[in-house]
């Protein structure tokens, strides 16, 4: 939609989720061709933010098993689900709502709550202290490279998922 909307030419699915990620102003940037800091990026940002806003799950489908997972940790005494996502705080709220599991989850940090988006540890360490963990308690269940190195870098034990987004060999 957002390349579209500029006079630029639709890629593939299979090309755009090799961008997913980093964030949404970074994935509108490769999409486009564009550096990062383009000002460029900031009207096809908000072009795919509106949409996707408007549009929360017309692409979104469950990995195998993720809901029975979550059905399972949510009858866990003392189990405490978080989110930390790299997607907009706006778009993650959109999703999860429109997926009927916003409640599920304690603590929601999202892409743009901090200066620092995953890989950097960051993120992960903000979901501990809302959360009040320690980080031993914690564990990132993650279906990409910057979750993992989120992870790692956070000294918090990681599971990673191979979900499509990401090859099992680009996890690892």
């Known amino acids: 939609h957002a390349l579209t909307t500029t006079g630029r ?12 990620g980093d ?9 486009a061709q564009l550096s990062e800091t383009s000002e460029e990026v900031d009207r096809l940002y908000d072009l795919f933010v509106a949409y996707y806003i408007e549009h929360p799950i017309d692409f979104t489908r469950w ?6 997972a979550l059905d399972e940790l949510a009858q866990l005494p003392d ?7 790299n997607k907009p705080r706006v778009t993650a709220e959109a999703v999860l ?9 304690r603590v929601l940090v999202a892409g743009g709550d ?7 540890p960051g993120p992960l360490l903000h979901v501990a202290k809302l959360l009040r963990v320690d980080t031993n308690n914690l564990v990132m269940v993650g279906d990409a490279p910057q979750d993992i190195e989120c992870a790692r870098r956070a000294r918090v034990r990681s599971v990673a998922v191979v979900s499509g987004f990401s090859s099992r060999e680009r996890i690892l």
């Open 63 to 68: 990995a195998p098993g993720a809901q029975e």
């Open 9 to 20: 030419a639709a890629l593939p699915g299979s090309v755009v989720v090799r961008f997913v």
């Open 79 to 85: 189990m405490a689900l978080a989110i930390c996502t």
């Open 114 to 120: 901090l200066p620092e988006k995953k890989p950097a």
């Open 97 to 105: 709502s429109a997926l009927g599991v916003r409640t599920r989850f």
């Open 23 to 31: 964030g949404a102003r970074v994935l509108c940037a490769r999409a």
